[in-house]
Structure formats: C-alpha cells, structure tokens
C-alpha cells in the first residue's frame, strides 16, 4: 500500500506522539487567533461556541492525512476543501487563498517548532521533508503560489506574518473563549506553552513576553517521559472531556 507519508518518515514521528500534537495545537491556537480571516469560523458559530473542539478538529484531519494510504488522503483533503466551499456558499464570498496559505504554513512551523521543543534539532533534510507533506496537502487543495522549497518557504511565511496578522476583537475573544473552556490554571499553561512555539510577531501582537515559566519544566518533563510518568502530568493538565482523544493521538513509531 501506497501511503501518504512515508513509514519511517520524521513527520510520522512528530505527529505521533500527543504531547507534540499538543504544542502544535497550542501554538496554532494563538496565530490563528490573530488571523486576519478568523472571522470566518466565527461566521459559521463554531469558533467561538466550542474553540478548542474547532482547533482540535483541524489537528485531527491534518493527523488522518498524515497516516493514511494515499487514496484515504487524497479524499479528507478533498472532502476539507469542500467543507469550506459549503461555508463560502452559505457567506456569498470566497476565503482568501492566502487564509489556506496561512493554515498550511501554521502546521509546518508548529510541526518543527513542537519537535524541536521536545526531542531534538532537526536536519535540513528532515525540515525539507515537513514541508513537503504540506506543501502536497496545499497543492491537492488548489492552493496558488505556494513556495516550492523550505528555503523558499522562509520569507514567505515571514511576509505572511507581518501581512495576515492583527489584534482584534476576534482575538480577545477567542482568549477569553480559551480561558472559560479551560479553566484558569490549564489557560495559564497554555499560554505559557505558546510563548515556548510561536514566532516573534506573534508574540509582539499578544504581548508575550520572552520567558517561559514551562522553560525549566520542559526538561524535567522529557524525563518523566524516559519514566512514563507523563501520563501523570497530562491528567493533571488536560480537559477531562478531550483526554481520551488526545491519548489517541499515540502511535507507535512506524505504524
């Protein structure tokens, strides 16, 4: 069987583990928020009544098209791309292709961000191949002007910050949204976790300081990993009602 991305591919290995998936979710969290388009999940409802449900779910398609045959692919690519354009019929107006551009540029660098945050640097060759799964994702959608490269790739997601990203009233929202679903102490940490994975523009907008009370944790919890004691630290951690979906998101290497 053909697959999507390749068995022993490090993609494979970045969205395989949950506490990874988990930083990528983070981190896309806080630039989505800013995103000039987020109007448009707000249009539908669905953002503001449920946002980590919503942010989940994107995560979750984008983990299917990660392990699937390529056939099996092919067809969540697809079927996303018509979810949207049932939206876009309901508004009367296009999303902007940029707004893809800039989803599909969120999950390239949140995918290298959150693996380099907990296990280690990656090669060129294997930031190369990150890009490639989603720049094949991008393309199946019909996506225009995409980089073809990761070199490439770099000053175009830089352009795409400073261009597609604002503070507004959606963003303090969405904030406030996050806090309510999570509790005061999970939001706490999860803006703590942002701070460890999104880009300086982002921080600039949401005035996110440098420092990261989670930096001296990080080590200690790539130990409890070594012990298996972070189960502990996610029960602790997570929402009850998204636990079980989230212990889904291990596999292990290679399947």
């Known amino acids: 069987m053909r ?23 983070a981190g896309a969290a806080a630039e989505f928020a800013l995103n000039k388009a987020v109007d448009w999940l707000y249009f539908t409802g669905k953002l503001p009544a449920d946002p980590l449900g919503r942010l989940f779910s994107t995560v979750r398609y984008a983990r299917k098209i990660v392990f699937s045959s390529m056939d099996e692919a092919n067809k969540a690519i697809d079927s996303l791309r018509q979810i949207h354009s049932a939206v876009e019929e309901n508004r009367g107006a296009a999303i902007p292709d940029w707004a893809y551009r800039d989803v599909l540029f969120m999950l390239i660098h949140y995918s290298i961000a959150a ?6 640097k990656l090669s060129e060759e294997e930031k190369e191949e990150v890009f490639n799964v989603f720049y094949r994702v991008g393309d199946r959608m019909g996506l225009k002007a995409l980089p073809l490269t990761y070199n490439t790739w770099l000053p175009v997601r830089q352009e795409h910050l400073l261009a597609d990203l604002q503070r507004s009233k959606y963003t303090d929202d969405l904030f406030k949204q ?14 703590e976790g942002q701070k460890l994975v999104v880009p300086g523009r982002v921080k600039e907008l949401l005035q996110f300081s440098d420092f990261s009370l989670l930096t001296p944790v990080v080590p200690v919890y790539k130990i409890s990993r070594l012990m ?12 009850s009602d998204y636990k079980d979906q989230i212990n889904e998101l291990d596999v292990h290497p290679g399947k």
């Open 115 to 120: 693996y380099e945050l907990l296990e280690k």
């Open 3 to 25: 697959f999507f991305v390749e068995e022993n591919s490090v993609v494979r290995k970045i969205w395989g583990k949950s506490d990874t998936v988990l930083f990528i979710f």
């Open 178 to 191: 996050y806090k309510k679903h999570l509790g005061s102490m999970r939001f706490k940490v999860l803006v």
């Open 228 to 239: 298996k004691m972070d189960w502990l630290l996610k029960n602790i951690l997570l929402p």
